[in-house]
């Protein structure tokens, strides 16, 4: 069964840090691994990740992959309240003509002034 | 920037009634998707359809659940019967390269 685990699952800071999320994951026939805020409904596309050791950059926030360890990271530096959300990590497989995403359950983030 | 719409954006109905949400699909997006999320849970696959056909469901997705483009534009979830666990946001989603979601359906079931 596919797996994506999230680390930490909430985390508090103050506007100006900088934080680290962690996604891990198990699964098999590996296509891509996604970041995705989400506020107060749907999920936002952040970024895609499909090639190990290349980092997507957008603004203050940035990826990374590393498919030998099996993990993400996700950077956001300057951290400001409207970074307040959950962001999830998801990875997409391939599974014959379509492919699925599995998610994971997410982290917390809630940044204070 | 296209996007995915859904609608009715919340839906209340009676336990054993059968719902019909509709997703507006991206134009050139040829894979469609259904998640949903139970409040507080994480974000759970329902059924990904592809080339007017069903590609992979999961268990969730029980003879209650059925998918269909019917007009080649809209995409539909129906859910025949439904339960009181079936309370949920219900989230379509279409992949080009990437898969992006529409705001959502907040399903409640009385």
């Known amino acids: 069964e596919d797996k994506v685990v999230q680390s930490p699952l909430s985390l508090v800071v103050h506007e100006g840090d900088t934080v680290t999320l962690n996604c891990s994951y198990e699964v098999t ?13 749907a999920p936002t596309f952040l970024f ?16 990374i992959l590393d498919k030998k360890e099996l993990s993400s990271i996700l950077n956001i530096t300057a951290t400001q309240t409207g970074d307040s959300a ?4 998801a990875v997409d497989r391939f599974t014959g ?9 997410g982290t917390r983030l809630q940044v204070t002034l | ?16 009634q059968e719902v019909i949400l509709r997703c507006v ?23 990904s359809f592809y080339n007017n056909e069903i590609s992979e469901k999961s268990e969730i997705f029980d003879d209650q659940f059925s998918v269909e483009r019917p007009d080649g534009s809209n995409f539909t979830l129906k859910i025949r019967s439904t339960k009181l666990e079936d309370s949920a946001m219900y989230f379509c989603a279409t992949r080009g390269n990437e ?9 409640t079931v009385l």
């Open chain 1, 86 to 89: 959950i962001y999830l990590c």
């Open chain 1, 48 to 63: 895609m990740l499909t090639s190990s050791g290349i980092e997507k950059k957008s603004g203050r926030l940035s990826s």
């Open chain 1, 29 to 41: 026939n590996f296509r891509s691994l996604l970041w995705y805020k989400q506020e107060k409904k």
């Open chain 2, 25 to 47: 699909p991206i134009s050139n997006h040829l894979y469609f998707y259904w998640y949903r999320q139970i409040l507080g849970q994480k974000v759970e696959f329902l059924v």
């Open chain 2, 99 to 107: 898969q992006f979601f529409g705001p959502g359906t907040r399903l």
């Open chain 1, 97 to 105: 003509t379509a492919s699925k995403l599995t998610f994971g359950t």
């Open chain 2, 1 to 16: 920037e296209p996007e995915v719409t859904q609608t009715p954006s919340h839906q209340v109905t009676q336990m054993g």
